[in-house]
């Protein structure tokens, strides 16, 4: 058995840590007909979910939140197990995973709760109501590089706004999947608000057109445009968080220390599988020597192994083909490895790699690499740097490092997210939204969007007095027209055209 491949046998699903093979569990694969019977369960247990309310939802989410917070070693060790990553690394996951578990249900009914909003002066005779209602049931498909944390910004959300969740797992990380519905369980036993489907591409597909309401998904942009193709067929709309070639500015006011320190856990923390970890720097030019001389010193310290090193194994065995494949390119058409190299990929592992002279056209240029390697290129400027920075047809997050203008140029880069003299700071803030444009998606999980992204607005109006002009008839009086038109005027039709 090859360690970390999936290996589906006689309707089981077997999950392998990535660097030793060790196996850490068996999960009976899903059919159509078991996804199927899964969503109808979630569906009556939608209406009892939804009719606890807010104030009944909020208590039953801080019980899962504490059960997993004196739980936490537990499911650190077992993401280490399953996954690879460092338990440090796997620590901060989790941490983050609860942050937004704590901040959607202590928030939920302040941002979706019924409320009035102003009339305006034409229909004042009627007020007006806005709520927002759920969805029914919510599948979620899940990602293997941050199991805890990006599946429950979609989940946390989604069952705090009253929905009931049919969740998929990565056929990678089954176990902590399964591990998450558990404990859910344990503190809602009543019904089954939260379930786990298992299995490979072909269980995600069947949860696709099982007749979820909406559906979540997480992971490449390929798989996001057959997760949208399959939805399609019946109008499931879908939140799609798909792939990133994310970007740093180093502009001339730059503290270079940190932007160092920054680039290189925003790069290869996670052995570089974050899909906003940075992959592409552009320092502009007086700092650009000094930047990657600071970058490379603190490369060359990072270890690399099973326990307790600062990067675990590459967690997808066919990754390590993508990686050695950018690599290689990058050095096959001018590109110079200032640290690692060709012989970098060592599997299970990679070790920390920086490319700087590699052309725009390169490979780990354009397309997602998606593991511990950093490209640096040489700009005249920070605005050369942000038109490059922009150049891909991916958009998720990205970072400037810089004083003076480091604000203006987040702004201007072509991301969902920007941290400013940080890097993935935005990930963890439960209030801000995440998620990204073009090719990187669109939807949004986290904050007040992502509590919005899980429901349907619903819009009321409720007469509270006869109507001065009253319009909506058909057998209005013809000065009511004539009203009509000289009101409009007076309202909207002063001032220049």
Known sequence: MTPGVPVVDDGTLTST?????????????ATPDDVAAAVARAREAAAWWA??????????????????AQRLDEITALTHREGGK??????????SALEHLDWAANNAKRVLGPRRVRTRVLLAEHSAHLEYRPYGVVGVIGPWNYPVLTPLGSI??????????????????????????????????????????????D????????????????????????????????????LIEAGGKDAMIVDADADLDAAADAALWGGMSNAGQTCVGIER???????????????????????????????????????LDVIRRHIDD???????????????????YVHPTILVDVPDDALAIREETFGPTLTVTRVASADEALTRANAVPYGLGGAVFGKRRGVELARGMRSGMTSVNSVLAFAGMSTLPFGGVGESGFGRIHGEDGLREFTVPKAITRRRAPSPLPALSFFRKPSVDATLTRAVKMLYGRGRG
């Open 330 to 348: 990058a050095l096959a058409r001018g590109a110079r490895a200032v640290v690692g190299g060709a012989d970098a990929v060592q599997p299970p």
């Open 17 to 29: 840590n990535p660097a030793t093979g060790e196996t850490v569990g068996t999960f009976p694969v």
């Open 86 to 95: 460092p338990v440090y690394d796997a620590t901060l996951e989790a941490a």
């Open 51 to 68: 009719g606890l309310g807010f104030t009944g939802r909020r208590e039953r989410l801080r019980r899962w939140r504490v059960r997993f």
């Open 281 to 319: 720097i552009y320092a502009v030019s007086a700092v650009h020597d000094a930047f990657v001389e600071k970058l490379a010193a603190r490369a060359r310290a990072l270890t690399v192994g099973v326990d307790g090193e600062h990067l675990g194994p590459i967690t997808m065995p066919g990754q």
């Open 156 to 201: 946390a959300y989604a069952l705090a706004a009253g929905n009931a969740v049919v969740f998929k797992p990565s056929e990678y990380t089954p176990a902590v999947g399964q591990w998450l519905a558990d404990l859910f369980a344990e503190v809602v036993p009543e019904q089954p608000v939260f379930q786990v489907v298992h299995g490979l591409g």
């Open 203 to 238: 269980t995600g597909a069947a949860l696709c057109r099982a007749g979820v309401n909406k559906l979540g998904f997480t992971g490449s942009t390929a798989t996001a445009r057959r997760v949208m193709a399959a939805c399609a067929e019946t109008l499931t709309p879908v």
